[in-house]
């Protein structure tokens, strides 16, 4: 199984069809997930061992979609037909709506106002490197705030032991070097490692936390002082990026493509662009959300606009929204001809790979907007 991550693309593959060669074979369910992240943005999984997750959950289609980054696409592709599950291969954007009527307002992103999370769907795998070369500035961009970012967390935390090099904590976590992304969790990730390594697990880091004002429930504190626990480090980082990500996050800006540009840049490779709604929160029914106003209080300003942009599609995910906020938002895809595509965004080992919400009847069409979207990839 640890082969699944190994350096190389090719070890990796072999792996996983020696796996699946020797293993029972597992019938599909017929569930569908098209918002799988991979290593080569943030995650604890290659491709390849992404797949092999799908494939073990019973996932008759599984979507590759990391942050500004398609590198993972071929090796996904190839573990998908080792394994006989269907891909669709898409990239996750942020782009910048300044230059729209959306200018100002806080859209889909809790991090910053006038930027926007869009989804980029059923990239035809003769584009990939087509895709590659348009996203390459934005990563190098990216780097740079980055680089950046960490000397904030430096700030904030201050002790010399906690300190964190970008160039030898944060990027030997990621695969920048062949073209993946670096996230604002990779940063947070390091100062997990750099915490772990300082005070372990058990009261001398619970005690640090507190008099870092921050507060954790008794399940979380289980977690990190729980010896066998084997996602401790991701459940360090979620506590550091539920109190550090507003205190050290610097606006993006160069990173970010015009909205406009990502809509030229998805009809150049005939992909299906989607706008992913994420709603205004109150009860998070994730439980990952503070209470905040996103698009609810001028959506129907919102789909105009999409439609005058050209979007193709919105995205959503029914365990994340109400079913009041579902209603609307289904009623305005329907009335402004936008395809509806649905994934649960997977990027840590506790989140299971079958979003249980798409069991509903209500929501079949999701599961068909998924053979959709492989059958895009495949005519192409």
Not at 233 to 248: Q, S, T, W
Not at 289 to 317: C, H, I, V
Request: glycine share 6%; proline share 3%; with cysteine.
């Amino acid at each position: 199984m640890n082969r699944l991550n190994s350096d190389k693309a090719q070890e990796r593959l072999a792996a996983l069809n020696s796996l699946f060669q020797s293993e029972k074979k597992v019938p599909k369910t017929g569930n569908v997930n098209n918002h799988v992240h991979t290593f080569y943005s943030f995650s604890p999984y290659s491709p390849s061992k992404a797949v092999w997750l799908a494939y073990q959950a019973g996932l008759s289609v599984v979507g590759i979609m990391d942050h500004d980054s398609v590198s993972g696409a071929d090796e996904f592709v190839k573990a998908g037909e080792i394994v006989g599950i269907a891909t669709t291969c898409g990239v996750e954007i942020r782009a910048d709506f300044s230059k729209t009527v959306l200018a100002g307002k806080r859209i889909n992103n809790p991090d910053q106002k006038g930027i926007a999370y869009l989804a980029v769907h059923a990239i035809p795998h003769k584009n990939f490197s087509q895709a590659k070369a348009f996203l390459a500035p934005y990563l190098k961009e990216r780097g740079k705030r980055n680089e950046k970012m960490v000397e904030k967390i430096n700030s904030v935390t201050k002790e010399s032991a906690l300190r964190i090099s970008y160039a030898n904590d944060v990027l030997p976590l990621s695969k920048h070097n062949e073209n993946g992304s670096v996230t604002e969790r990779h940063l947070l990730f390091a100062l997990a490692k750099k915490l772990y390594h300082q005070f372990g697990r058990g009261a001398d880091l619970i005690l640090w936390l507190a008099n870092e004002g921050i507060n954790i429930d008794g399940k979380t504190a289980n977690n990190l002082t729980d010896l066998d626990n084997a996602f401790f480090e991701y459940d360090l980082l979620g506590v550091l990026k539920g109190h550090f990500a507003e205190k050290i996050y610097i606006p993006a800006q160069n990173e970010c493509p015009s909205v406009a540009d990502v809509v030229d840049f998805s009809k150049q490779i005939n992909a299906i662009l989607a706008y992913a709604y994420l709603g205004d929160v109150q009860n998070s029914v994730t439980g990952d959300k503070k209470p905040q106003s996103f698009e609810d209080e001028y959506l129907e300003q919102l789909f105009d606009e999409l439609n005058r942009l050209g979007f193709n599609a919105l995205t959503y995910m029914p365990s994340r929204n109400t079913k009041q906020q579902l209603k609307r938002i289904r009623s305005l895809c329907e009335r402004h001809n936008l395809m509806q595509i649905s994934g649960e965004d997977i990027n840590s080992p506790r989140q299971s790979f079958v979003c249980e919400a798409l069991s509903d009847p209500e929501y079949a069409n999701l599961v068909k907007s998924a053979w959709r979207l492989v059958e895009h990839e495949r005519k192409a």
